[in-house]
């Protein structure tokens, strides 16, 4: 149980193009869902917090109009880079909270984003 | 000075020992404490999860927390070759963001 899926797993874009992240829970409804990227042997650093139905919550430094979430049900969760540029090459992960009640987060297994 | 510390290694032993990784915090409102392994270009892996003091054990591993201290440990026994991962220390206090240690390498050769 406790499954989270993210497509694609890899992705190369060119530069000033725009790449749909989508993260699934299986077998579970997510309240809530977590965006996070992680650069090369460094941890994971939260972008920001999803809620079903309501706007995403941003971590400070990030840019909500260039990194865009919907949250439009209790399994999938979408994160767009909008006109992407090289620095914005990173290793994308999502999470998702098994319902209201616990507290851990199960994580994707990751997309890797290159831009050209 | 960071939330969470975590050596980052790399911790290489011998298959078999016994692997000990650590985390000190400083915020005394955590009080959930969970350990994840993240293989290469993977996502984390949830292992152990604990709730405030006291340890807990799920077959190799072992998950200790001493709030006293502000210390956590993971402790592996008989490792193998396939736990060679980074090991990823995290904590919150409830329903809050969870706080991310650097991770530690582990490698365990044959």
């Known amino acids: 149980g406790a499954v989270v899926s993210q497509h694609p797993s890899w992705v190369i874009c060119k530069s000033g193009t725009s790449v749909k992240i989508e993260c699934r829970s299986l077998d579970f409804q997510a309240t809530t869902m977590f965006w996070y990227r992680q650069f090369p042997k460094q941890s994971l650093m939260l972008m920001a917090t999803s809620n079903e139905g309501s706007k995403a919550t941003y971590e400070q430094g990030v840019e909500k109009d260039k990194f865009l979430i919907n949250h439009a049900s209790l399994t999938l969760s979408t994160l767009t880079v909008t006109s992407a540029h090289p620095e914005d090459s990173s290793f994308y992960i999502c999470?998702?909270?098994?319902?209201?009640?616990?507290?851990?987060?199960?994580f994707g297994p990751g997309t890797r984003l290159t831009v050209t | 000075q960071k939330e969470v510390e975590q050596d980052p290694g790399p911790l290489s032993v011998p298959e078999g020992a016994i692997v000990s990784l650590n985390c000190t915090y400083s915020?005394?409102?955590?009080?959930?404490f969970m350990w994840y392994r993240q293989y290469s270009r993977k996502g984390p892996e949830l292992l152990m999860y604990t709730y405030s003091s006291g340890n807990k054990e799920d077959g190799r591993f072992t998950a200790q927390v001493d709030k006293s201290s502000k210390y956590i440990s993971l402790f592996i026994r008989d490792s193998q070759p396939s736990d060679s991962a980074t090991y990823l220390c995290?904590?919150?206090?409830?329903?809050?963001?969870?706080?991310f240690g650097t991770g530690t390498r582990l490698l365990v050769s044959p």
């Open positions: 999470s998702a909270r098994d319902g209201q009640n616990s507290y851990e987060q199960y």
């Open positions: 915020n005394s409102a955590f009080q959930y």
């Open positions: 995290a904590m919150n206090g409830g329903f809050q963001k969870l706080v």
